[in-house]
T-cell receptor, first 114, second 115 residues
Framework: DGGITQSPKYLFRKEGQNVTLSCEQNLNHDAMYWYRQDPGQGLRLIYYSQIVNDFQKGDIAEGYSVSREKKESFPLTVTSAQKNPTAFYLC?????????????FGPGTRLTVT | AQKVTQAQTEISVVEKEDVTLDCVYETRDTTYYLFWYKQPPSGELVFLIRRNSFDEQNEISGRYSWNFQKSTSSFNFTITASQVVDSAVYFCALTANFGNEKLTFGTGTRLTIIP
């Protein structure tokens, strides 16, 4: 089945450690996105990539980094510079590099940093 | 700047009742797209509908219907004869400002259907 996979579902890290969240899609979509969701809030865009080897900062990119070496993969690294990393992280993709296209989401990774 | 407001934080209704989720948006662009997404307890957002600013025709899909009114900048979502499976958080979202086409989400409405 086509879709987006994120692993792991739950992730625990100690403060000061970098951690990488995986996102893979087999939908042959050009664009991929990373969002952060905090309780009672909407989704906030961290980074997005419209094509391979290219990505742009979203609204809350500080403390995060990404890469897009393959069309199928868009990993997100949460660095120790991120002041409040505990959150639910969602990856998404869309068929074209336009916000007007509907986005398809993965199941998310819940990151807890203590 | 663009903004989406979902004033209803939480709604509870008894099963089989109808329920309407409100969405009010702000944008200076004349061309824009509106979306509704459903987030069940599993966490994954599910796309429900997309509507562009030039199409004000209301849409019905089974028990779901959407009312788009540009005059009031609203894009409301109605569930008819609600079911327990409809329990989820529902997000309204907007994209405009083409060239910088980011999706702006509202804060969501948590809908609980009481059996």
């Amino acid at each position: 089945d086509g879709g987006i996979t994120q692993s792991p579902k739950y992730l625990f890290r100690k403060e000061g450690q970098n951690v990488t969240l995986s996102c893979e899609q087999n939908l042959n979509h050009d664009a991929m996105y990373w969002y952060r969701q905090d309780p009672g809030q909407g989704l906030r865009l961290i980074y997005y990539s419209q094509i391979v080897n290219d990505f742009q900062k979203g609204d809350i990119a500080e403390g995060y980094s990404v890469s897009r070496e393959k069309k199928e993969s868009f990993p997100l690294t949460v660095t120790s510079a991120q002041k409040n990393p505990t959150a639910f992280y969602l990856c998404a993709s869309s068929i074209g590099p336009r916000g007007r296209n509907e986005q398809y989401f993965g199941p998310g990774t819940r990151l807890t940093v203590t | 700047a663009q903004k989406v407001t979902q004033a209803q934080t939480e709604i509870s209704v008894v099963e089989k009742e109808d329920v309407t989720l409100d969405c009010v948006y702000e944008t200076r662009d004349t061309t824009y797209y509106l979306f509704w997404y459903k987030q069940p307890p599993s966490g994954e957002l599910v796309f429900l509908i997309r509507r562009n600013s030039f199409d004000e025709q209301n849409e019905i899909s089974g028990r779901y219907s959407w009312n788009f009114q540009k005059s009031t900048s609203s894009f409301n979502f109605t569930i008819t004869a609600s079911q327990v499976v409809d329990s989820a958080v529902y997000f309204c979202a907007l994209t405009a400002n083409f060239g910088n086409e980011k999706l702006t989400f509202g804060t969501g409405t948590r809908l609980t259907i009481i059996p």
